[in-house]
């Protein structure tokens, strides 16, 4: 009940905070929603202990598949958005069979390595993919009512409400995933896989699940976030934006569900109140940079930390509570 | 009784060094077969390639007449031959029950669509209460919500054995069990092995504490430097002169 009640005040705030924002903080916080994702799923990859750095690509082959199956096939664009996730996933299972010979530090660079292939392969070819300058007037989501709600995908805060509940029904399942035997099975596969194995635990097909699931989740936040721009380019996933995820994932701390979460959106409004505010947007990745090396020498467990430290001193007072009623 | 478990011929070369070399012997079913020999000897190579961890250089690995030599560790396991590992080898950060519970994770196969829909609680009580029993058995029910790596060495090495016992296996493969544990401790285990034998499991047992060996096991296969060198029931091993004489070569001794 009272947890319902949290739940309850928190989505009336998520429905009145575009409000009180102006139009440009609104258009951020669209970014923001679609960010969320975007590094709730590079968090489930992190559970079976690999660190990709093609998340991002990824990403943008969720975003340039789905621009293309709604210009070329004339594909209904929700529906072409799925099936840029289900592209990405795909795409996964694929890159799994060269990238899964590696582990640890041969896989991050691996994973980079295609990463820039795919990049490569987009700029070179114009057919289909629009070479250096990408794709552009991708098709917007189509305007729809709700009866109470009419929404209007010009307006940032209809694309909010919408990408937003996308992105909502997808924590949810990252989350039931997270909490399942499944979730349980990537635990192991990170932190002992011999002992998983020696349990019959198919390291392989466990490591390409959580795969393709994040990249799935990324590839759905990219088609999000191409048919809402309505552009799509190479740089756009470049890999100055996967030390943006790499940031915000270390800064909020990897243990917990929340923690990437937490460090997206606390580093996103640094970055857009404090930094453009006093004009020092061009020193982004500078300013990251520090912030990242920061973040591991000084807070290593990361901002997620901070809050189960506060929480767990909530919850060792409370049996006291009821020792002396 | 039939064979059930047969090494035929098994060698394993690391480089120039034969650390198993042309090793034979037969497991029966439901028996407590021991496997002993002074350090190095190559118990925990032989294990190694048993449980698929190595493929063998030669040779093979007969299970109920099948050629499980090369299979993959999660295949043998899915075959029903379990293993631990020498040195305490846990999920150090997750807790008691969820090491067992990842041990029941072949009787109950997680499913990634039922566990979203949430059509999977049934299956995941049974996990539940197979790991819960698992944790009784081997006297850790109450450490349960501990996390692994806190747990005292000889409570980790149950630990171990419980997550092995938790997937039903046919043969489990233990690989010094005893090790860490106090004299009390170690008797309470080798009850419990009895009980696991009459529950009809196989094990194979790699230990050097040669009181729990000769009180336990059926038949006992003793190698040194990777060869076979004797093999028969406790009397016999205990009086063996080759096995007498490689101890004594080596650094320990049989009591
Ligand atoms: N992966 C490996 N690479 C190279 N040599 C190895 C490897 N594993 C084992 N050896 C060597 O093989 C020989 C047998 O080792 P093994 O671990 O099987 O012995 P053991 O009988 O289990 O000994 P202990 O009683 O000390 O556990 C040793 O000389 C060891 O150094
Ligand atoms: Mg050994």
């Known amino acids: 009940m009272r947890n319902f009640l949290i739940l309850l005040v928190g989505l009336a705030a998520l429905i009145a905070l575009p409000h009180g924002l102006s139009f440009s903080q609104q258009e951020i916080l669209v970014f923001l929603v679609i960010n969320v994702l975007l590094v709730t799923s590079y968090r489930l990859l992190t559970l079976t202990g690999e660190w990709s750095l093609g998340h991002v690509v990824i990403m943008g082959v969720g975003a340039y598949s789905s621009a293309l199956y709604t210009k070329e096939l004339g594909v209904y664009v929700p529906v072409s958005m799925l099936l840029g996730a289900v592209t990405a996933a795909l795409l996964a299972v694929l890159l799994s069979f060269p990238l899964f010979r590696m582990k640890g530090f041969y896989f991050l660079i691996g994973s980079f390595a295609a990463g820039e292939i795919i990049r490569l392969i987009w700029k070179r070819f114009r057919e289909p993919f629009g070479g250096v300058r990408g794709i552009s007037g991708i098709d917007p989501m189509p305007d729809f009512s709700v009866g109470f709600y009419q929404f209007d995908f010009f307006e940032p805060v209809s694309y909010y409400y919408f990408a937003g509940a996308i992105v909502i029904a997808c924590l949810w399942i990252l989350w039931r995933i997270e909490k399942s035997p499944v979730g349980l099975t990537f635990h192991a596969v990170h932190w002992q896989d011999k002992l998983a194995q020696a349990s019959g635990v198919n390291l392989r097909a466990y490591r390409t699940l959580a795969f393709a699931i994040a990249s799935g989740f990324a590839g759905l936040a990219g088609a999000l976030q191409g048919h809402y721009v309505g552009t799509v380019n190479p740089n756009s996933f470049d890999i100055e934006v996967m030390v943006f995820v790499l940031t915000w994932a270390i800064v909020g701390g990897t243990a917990t569900f929340y923690g990437p979460i937490l460090g997206c959106i606390v580093l996103t409004v640094l970055n857009e109140i404090v930094l453009r505010e006093m004009g020092l947007e061009q020193a982004r990745p500078l300013i990251y940079g520090a912030i990242m090396i920061l973040s591991i020498l000084f807070l290593p467990n990361g901002l997620e930390s901070l809050v189960q430290k506060a929480t767990r001193r909530k919850t060792t007072a409370k049996p006291e509570e009821k020792a002396a009623t | ?255």
């Open chain 2, 1 to 255: 009784m039939t064979d059930f478990l047969e090494v035929r011929n098994l060698t394993m070369r690391f480089g120039g060094l034969t650390a198993v070399d042309n090793l034979s012997f037969k497991v029966e079913h439901g028996s407590i077969h021991g496997l002993i020999g002074p350090n190095g000897a190559g118990k925990t190579t032989t294990f190694n390639m048993i449980s698929g961890f190595y493929t063998p250089t030669e040779g093979q690995i007969l299970l109920r007449g099948e050629d499980i030599s090369g299979l993959k560790m999660h295949e043998v396991a899915r075959r029903g031959v379990v293993r631990t590992f020498q040195h305490s080898t846990l999920f150090a950060e997750l807790t008691v029950l969820e090491n067992a519970l990842v041990g029941t994770h072949m009787p109950f196969r997680p499913n990634i669509f039922a566990a979203i829909i949430g059509w999977d609680k049934e299956d995941r009580r049974g996990a539940e209460a197979r790991a819960r029993e698992a944790l009784e058995f081997f006297g850790l029910g109450h450490l349960a919500e501990e996390r692994a790596g806190d747990l005292s060495h000889g409570h980790q090495r149950a630990l171990g054995m419980a997550v092995a016992y938790a997937s039903h296996p046919d043969v489990i493969l233990l690989d010094e069990p005893f090790t860490g544990m106090n004299p009390e401790e170690t008797k309470h285990m080798m009850g419990l092995m009895r009980r696991l034998k009459e529950d009809g499991i196989t094990i194979l047992l790699v230990e050097h504490d040669m009181q729990a060996i000769m009180g336990l096991c059926d038949t006992i296969t003793c190698m040194s430097f990777g060869k076979f060198l004797a093999e028969g029931g406790p009397s016999e091993i205990r009086n063996h002169p080759a096995v007498i004489e490689a101890y004594l070569g080596g650094a320990r001794h049989v009591a």
